[in-house]
């Protein structure tokens, strides 16, 4: 069973600010992750698929990149709206199942 | 937007059954895989369950194979998560959602419906 980790499990940053987020995999997962933003209250919003590629609507300030074990979701500079949790998600090639990582929440310093 | 809705949540006691709906709208619902997703009160997202555009294919989290069933009626636009054998680890909100990409859970979520499972 493959076992997804982030870090940090808090970041505090100011708006305006670079947010890195990381995701490390037990093992390898090729390209199969991807990012979700969660507000309080609000459902999961999917960010990156494919491990690299935008959802629809997504601003180009959300990139992510990695492959294989290590992975990172990148915000280039925080705006008010982007303090929230993020996870991480991994999708088994077949059968299909989801495992997602513990999250990670981004505030307000 | 993709609007998904659900409903049929609540307050049961454990042992008891619930049955959850969600209703899609505004894309071809019978085109895709749909999934279940839920998350405790203050914590992380665990994904439940998916089922194939027909119905023919279903698969589960470990934690709920043979107490749950992942059921979709595409007439009626409806995906639907029947639950038995409740337990207090089950009290989640749960969120249907259109998988529509490979690699992730779903593209687009629900809104989701509390489950609480207590004596």
């Known amino acids: 069973e493959i076992v997804l980790t982030q870090s940090p499990a808090t970041l505090s940053l100011s708006p305006g600010e670079r947010a890195t987020l990381s995701c490390r995999a037990s093992?390898?997962?090729?390209?199969?992750l991807a990012w979700y933003q969660q507000k309080p209250g609000q459902a999961p919003r999917l960010l990156i698929y494919?491990?690299?590629n935008r959802a629809t609507g997504i601003p180009a300030r959300f990139s992510a990149s990695g492959s294989g074990t290590d992975f990172t979701l990148t915000i280039s500079g925080l705006e008010p709206e982007d303090f929230a949790v993020y996870y991480c998600q991994h999708r088994n090639d077949w059968p299909p199942i989801f495992t997602f990582g513990p999250g990670t929440k981004v505030d307000i310093k | 937007e993709v609007p998904l809705v659900e409903s049929g949540g609540g307050l049961v006691q454990p042992g008891e059954s619930l049955r959850l709906s969600c209703a899609a709208s505004?894309?071809?619902?019978?085109?895709?895989?749909m999934t279940w997703v839920r998350q405790p009160p203050g914590k992380g997202l665990e994904w439940v369950a998916i089922?194939?555009?027909?119905?023919?294919?279903?698969f589960y989290v470990d934690s709920v194979k043979g107490r749950f069933t992942i059921l979709r009626d595409n007439a009626r636009n409806s995906l639907y998560l029947q639950m038995n054998s409740l337990r207090a680890e089950d009290t989640a909100v749960y969120y249907c959602?259109?998988?529509?990409?490979?690699?992730?859970?779903?593209?687009?979520w629900g809104r989701g419906t509390l489950v609480t499972v207590s004596s």
């Open positions: 505004g894309f071809t619902f019978s085109d895709y895989w």
């Open positions: 089922i194939k555009q027909d119905g023919s294919e279903k």
């Open positions: 959602a259109r998988h529509g990409y490979r690699t992730s859970v779903g593209d687009y």
């Open positions: 093992q390898s997962v090729s390209s199969d």
């Open positions: 494919d491990a690299s």
